[in-house]
Nanobody, 117 residues
């Protein structure tokens, strides 16, 4: 059983910063991807950023240059540093863990990020 626990969401003013964390526990493979997707009200869930166990990263177009994803493999934790936040970044942010070889993925329950103008 794989479990994901997110933390770090909250309310921030436009231009501010937040840091999200997600701890993954359970029986997990070493070759994996960890990261974040988000879903705003009335919109589809979209990629924010993902990072492979080897360090390769990918970002959604709207966050490039403002958000930075990182991970601590020893702690099975992924971080998302969000800078220069905009009201359009308001969404529920979901942590995602992918087992690359098994082609399985798991989601956290989500953490709400609200950016006020």
């Amino acid at each position: 059983q794989v479990q994901l626990v997110e933390s770090g969401g909250g309310l921030v003013q436009a231009g501010g910063s937040l840091r999200l964390s997600c701890v993954v526990s359970g029986s997990i493979s070493r070759i994996n991807a960890m990261g974040w997707h988000r879903q705003a009200p009335g919109k589809q869930r979209e990629l924010v950023a993902m990072i492979l166990s080897g360090g390769l990263t990918s970002y959604g177009g709207s966050v490039k240059g403002r958000f930075t994803i990182s991970r601590d493999n020893a702690k099975n934790t992924v971080y998302l540093q969000m800078n220069d936040l905009k009201p359009e970044d308001t969404a529920v942010y979901y942590c995602k863990f992918e087992e690359v070889s098994a082609k399985k993925y798991y989601w956290g329950k989500g953490t709400l990020v609200t950016v006020s103008s």
